[in-house]
Structures are given as C-alpha cells and as structure tokens.
C-alpha cells in the first residue's frame, strides 16, 4: 500500500524510540496503509452532525398493502450505515454490493474529487472508504446472515485480506462471472470476468438452482393426440388456485358435458378457478385425474401466470437441480444485454457498467432462494439492479422479501436512474420491443454426444411445452451449446411486479448533546423509528403522539411523558402488540407506567433519544 514518507532526520533519540515502539506493534501480516493524512470529509462531518432520515413522500409508492414496503435512501452510504446501525443492527439476511472497482478512470470520488490513476494515494483511499462501511455493515448482518461483494482485479486481492480481516467468522468463496464477451481491450489478455466474493458462514450450505437440461416442467394441461375434452371426459374439471401463495387447493367436480366454462381463468374471490383450455379456447383434458390433484396438487404442480392466464404446470424429472459452480459462464450474465440495455430501456438513458439483472439475481438466489422473507442491502446501489432482482424473486414465487438501498445523487443517479427504475419495474411502464429468456440449455461435450438424440428429444419436448408461453421460440447452437429462447413481444405496456416503496433523504442535527439537541434528534427520529419497526401506515399523529402501524405491530412515540396516560387510552383497545418510544433527556425507563393495561405483556417500551445517541457514540468514536 502507499505509504507516507517520513523524515527520521529531524527525531530526537526519544521520538525514534517511541517510533520503533509503535511499529513494533503493528501486525506482522495483512493490511497496513496510511489512513490519518486525509480522512474522508462524510467522516468527519459526524463529529460535529448526527445523520438522521427525512421522508421525501412525494416518492412513495402504494401499490399492494399485502406486499412488502421496499426502501430507498439518498445519501452518502456511511451516513446511511450509520442510521442503519440504529434501526436494523442484526437484522439483514444478505448485503449485496458492487463498490468502485477502483480503476483509475475516474469512477469514484474521494472527499469530493476523482480519484484517477495518478493519484499516489488511491489505494489507500480505496481501502479507508471500503474499511469505515464495511465495518459498519458487518454489524447489520445477521449471525447467519452473508455478505456478496463484487469486484475485478484492481482491488480483488486488497480487497480479500481487508474481508477477512473484518469478518473473521466468515468463509470466503470467489466465484468468477464472464459478464463481457467481447472482453475489454486492455495491455495483456483481454479481460471479460469478473469476481463475487461471497462471505459465508464456515460449513454453510447454499441453495441449489435448476439444473437446464434436466428441467422437465409440463403444463399440466395436456396437448398432441388425445388431449381433447372429449377424449376423457373425466379429466376436465377446475383447479383451484390460492390467490395469495399461487399454490393448489383443491379440484371441483367433473361437470356435465353441456358445462362449458367462461374462459380458462376464472377469478372466484380468494381463490382463482383454472379450466383446461388452451390459447385459443379449446376444450382440453388434464393430465391428472381430480383425486390425485386434490391429494398431491400442492406438492407435485405449481403454477405461474403467462399474461392473462394462470397455468398449472407438473414435474416429470426430480433431479432438477444442481449446486451453483464457481464459474459462471451464459448469455444471460452479460451486463452489456442484461444490463446497460436493459437500464436504457427503463429509463431511457446510459449508465455506466451495471450488473446483469440475472448475475445479481444469482447471487441473491444462492442464498435466500427459500428465504422469502429475507431483507437484503444494498448500500452502492447504482442503477437498483438488486431492486430490480429482488422483485423478479418475489414475483416467481410469491415472496414477500424486502430491500434496502442506499446511493447518493452524484450525477443525478438516484433521481433519474435508480428511482424511476424501480418505479417502473413496481408500476408497470411503455414498452415497444422482445424480452428474451432461456427456456432450454445444454452445454455438450463427447460424453454428452452419446445421448444426443435424447438431448435433442429434451429440446423439442421443452420447445413443445412452452410453446403458448411465448411469442415466439428460437433455437440456438453456439459455443457447443444448444439453447432456446422464449420471446415476449411488448407493443404497449409492461405490467409492473407490485410492491411498495418509502424514499429516505439523510439529513442531519447537531451532535453536542443539549437538552436542545436531544429534542431535536427524537423530532426528527419519527422516520428511523418507523423504519426500524417496519410500521409505515399512519394511526395517529397530533403534536405529541404519533402511532404508526403494519399487519403484525403497532409503534407509538411520545414526545412528551405527560402524554402518557391520554396515549394509554388510545391504546387500550389495539389487539397487536406495540413498540412505545417515550422521550426522556435521561435513559428513563418507562415501563412500571404501563403495567396496568390488560395486555402489558404486548407493550414494549424504550427511551429515546438515549439508544440512538449509544449506537452514535460506538461508532463515531
């Protein structure tokens, strides 16, 4: 690392001393570098001003009470990390970063100014600005939960050691991702990969994914010869779908043969009502006979919409999966076809080198592929590629998993390329143009030839399958690979993946710690409550009482302890349990006021500002 030089001429015998001594200190192996000379400016600024969250409501979005409330926060990310620290310590599954790659082509500031491949100190940079967030987020992970960083050469080795030196307890894995094709032009080889470090707990085991060439998923309506209603009478009745998890729940009765049903989907309240009927209102038959779907339909099919219709699809092969390799090797990791363009269509600009939607939903997939609950954080957001995958995940399988992003406004990004992006992606946007997606892939070698007409039977089988899924199918073999795309033809509107979204700004109050100040922290502390309780939905707000709710929990603040007693009475009749933060200049405790309501035992109770200003002190010291 660069380090600054000294002029040992000028020490007294006592100052070489007590240099020699200090050296003798330091590690014998690992990272050394020069921090003190300039330390970041976002640093600094906490000494003297406490970050805290404001709403910017004009961007929120309100989609689907029943779905997630995503969040997003412009700021720098080491303030960010900081409030994060308060209301999320322990609590994130997966944190997903794609930092600078510290090339030296001016794709990173440092104290406001780019920091290019003259710069003497840049590694040195690097490394302060990744070691200051990466030792704040190691304190918003779960005991279990797993850090994803990506990176290329420039910083990949630096970057190894200062990982595990922050996280001791963690393995790191390196996986390598061919996200060019074309490669780069540079001196040497031409690069065309890049490294996702995951850092895993010792022993941890990831999730599988679906295997391509194994995948055997049939729509359970059936089709070719005998597939007409008429041809098993007994085989045609509804299936019925939970609105909810998209799971079967049952099957109704065969109808009589002068029933014939309004069309293929059929919306029955709180549960869907699926006939066998093909694309073009054709009477079919199942595949199964009601009793085995009643019995066995929740475990054995699954179901997926295809534009209007909701399809329910049968697995024929239960080897459909395989562990992730090390190596990532597709088309659809291309960050050129699955990312820049896929961003230019969004938001009808460039940005410079994001991720491939499906390498980041990979990444993800690897770790919470069951975990449909997870919370996920990205704190170089970028584009909102994560957003992007985390929504695509929750959309497959109904999940309700949540993220949390953080990026400045440098150059406009959050503004106009992360917000409206995930905007749309929520909402649904004009669209004119093909979305393609591997529906087929089997990478052949000799071993493989030997069953090659059982390969190519697979290929027809899968492009017979998914034939009224798409608009149209194209075979591919390139690079002794043998793939089939579906295609999707847009002409008007995409629909959006649902959701909802609360926009954060960082701000900031004073740090001396006043009776003045301690107001002014727990005013504006209302968004980092909320956030920390996950309660967004306005109950009651007055000068001195606040109450904010979610399906689970309520979260009541009190500015003023002389409130309590008019706060119990709204409160005696909630049948959730609630987080009351009471306003205290000490570190009060509150509870003995609360333990005569009925339900005490779903009260709890906390002082505030004195818990914020502890995690501040900790990590500002």
Not at 212 to 238: C, E, K, V
Not at 369 to 380: G, H, P, S
Not at 486 to 515: E, R, V
Request: hydrophobic share 35%; glycine share 6%.
């Amino acid at each position: 690392m660069n380090r600054r030089k000294t002029d040992y001429t000028k020490y007294s015998r006592e100052e070489l001393i007590a240099e020699i001594t200090e050296l003798k200190k330091r590690k014998k192996y690992g990272l050394v570098w020069d921090e003190e000379w300039e330390l970041e400016k976002v640093v600094t600024q906490c000494k003297k001003e406490l970050p805290v969250l404001k709403e910017v409501k004009s961007k929120a979005i309100k989609n689907d009470p029943d779905k997630p409330t995503h969040i997003l926060i412009e700021g720098d990310n080491y303030h960010a990390l900081s409030v994060l620290n308060y209301t999320h310590q322990n609590a994130i599954d997966v944190i997903y970063i794609d930092p600078p790659y510290n090339t030296g082509a001016k794709d990173w500031k440092y104290n406001n100014r780019f920091v290019d491949k003259e710069d003497a100190w840049r590694h040195s940079k690097w490394l302060s600005m990744m070691q200051k967030r990466l030792e704040l987020a190691r304190l918003l992970l779960k005991k279990n939960g797993v850090l994803i960083v990506t990176i290329d050469d420039n910083e990949a080795c630096t970057l190894g050691l200062l990982l595990e030196e922050i996280f001791p307890n963690k393995e790191r894995t390196t996986v390598v991702i061919k996200y060019n094709p074309a490669g780069t032009a540079r001196n040497g080889f031409s690069r065309n990969h890049e490294y996702a470090y995951f850092l895993l707990n010792f022993g941890q085991e990831i999730e599988k994914k679906s295997a391509a060439s194994d995948i055997r998923d049939q729509n359970l309506r059936r089709h070719g010869n005998g597939a007409n209603r008429q041809d098993s009478p007994t085989m045609f009745y509804p299936i019925f779908i939970d609105k909810k998890r998209l799971e079967v729940i049952g099957a109704g009765e065969i109808p009589s043969n002068d029933f014939h049903p309004i069309k293929q989907t059929i919306d029955k309240g709180e549960y869907f009502e699926i006939w066998p009927i093909d694309n073009k209102d054709k009477e079919k038959r199942w595949y199964y006979g009601r009793e085995r779907v009643k019995l066995n339909g929740s475990r054995e099919l699954s179901c997926k919409w295809v534009k209007d219709r909701l399809h329910v699809y049968f697995h024929t092969d239960n080897l459909s999966e395989q562990k992730y390799q090390s190596v990532w090797i597709g088309s659809e990791f291309d960050a050129g076809a699955h990312g820049g363009s896929l961003v230019r269509d969004l938001v009808g600009q460039y940005f410079p080198f994001p991720k491939s939607l499906y390498a980041v939903k990979d990444c993800l997939n690897a770790i919470i592929k069951k975990n449909k609950n997870a919370v996920i954080l990205d704190f170089f957001a970028g584009s909102g590629t994560t957003a992007h995958a985390v929504l695509e995940l929750n959309k497959e399988d109904n999940g309700t998993r949540q993220f949390i992003l953080v990026t400045n406004n440098e150059n406009n990004i959050m503004t106009e390329v992360c917000y409206p992006r995930i905007k749309r992606v929520i909402e649904g946007y004009e669209f004119e143009g093909n979305e393609k997606e591997i529906v087929f892939e089997n990478k052949l070698n000799l071993t493989k030839l030997r069953k090659a007409d059982e390969i190519y039977s697979d290929y027809l089988e899968k492009r017979e399958n998914n034939k009224d899924q798409f608009d149209e199918l194209k075979g591919e073999f390139k690079e002794n690979t043998l793939k089939l795309y579906g295609i999707k033809k847009y002409d008007g509107f995409k629909d959006g993946l649902g959701g909802n979204l609360k926009y954060f700004k960082t701000t900031f109050i004073p740090a001396k710690a006043t009776d003045r100040n301690k107001e002014k922290l727990t005013k504006k502390s209302v968004e980092m409550l909320c956030l920390k309780e996950n309660t967004f939905k306005s109950v009651l707000e007055s000068d001195n009482i606040k109450i904010f709710k979610n399906k689970d929990h309520y979260t009541g603040i009190l500015f003023d302890e002389q409130k309590i007693p008019e706060f119990k009475e709204q409160i005696k009749d909630f049948d959730l349990p609630i987080s009351v933060y009471v306003f205290s200049l000490g570190d009060d405790d509150f509870a003995e006021e609360f333990s005569d309501l009925q339900d005490k035992d779903k009260v709890k109770v906390y002082s505030i500002p004195a818990a914020i200003l502890r995690v501040y002190k900790r990590i500002f010291r």
